[in-house]
């Protein structure tokens, strides 16, 4: 089993940047493929971007993509998720999970989240 931690959260104004980062620990994780979702107070978690364990393979959701990057150092076991141009509806705890695919059910060893606050 891994043990997921993500750290760089924070509050940062609408159009500001933020680099988060999922370290894993336990084992292993460069056979893994990993991605990001994020969850708002009231609404269902939902998928952010995911990562191949090469790194070769990467996909986005609609409402991220052009904006937000997901990257890897597998010899770091470390999983990042740099956010641009943030809007006030990308406020939401971020989480970090192993897996691949669009559905939290995908994934398996998920982090404890950090915040992202984005204020006007």
């Known amino acids: 089993q891994v043990t997921l931690k993500e750290s760089g959260g924070g509050l940062v104004q609408a159009g500001g940047s933020l680099r988060l980062s999922c370290a894993a620990s336990?084992?292993?994780?460069?056979?893994?493929?990993m991605g990001w979702f994020r969850q708002a107070p009231g609404k269902a978690r939902e998928f952010v971007a995911a990562i191949s364990w090469s790194g070769g393979v990467t996909y986005y959701a609609d409402s991220v993509k052009g904006r937000f990057t997901i990257s890897r150092d597998n010899a770091k076991n470390t999983v990042y998720l740099q956010m641009n141009s943030l809007k006030l509806e990308d406020t939401a705890v971020y989480y970090c999970?192993?897996?691949?695919?669009?559905?939290?059910?995908?994934?398996?060893?998920w982090g404890q989240g950090t915040q992202v606050t984005v204020s006007s």
């Open positions: 336990g084992r292993t994780f460069s056979r893994d493929a």
């Open positions: 999970a192993v897996g691949w695919g669009q559905r939290h059910y995908e994934y398996d060893d």
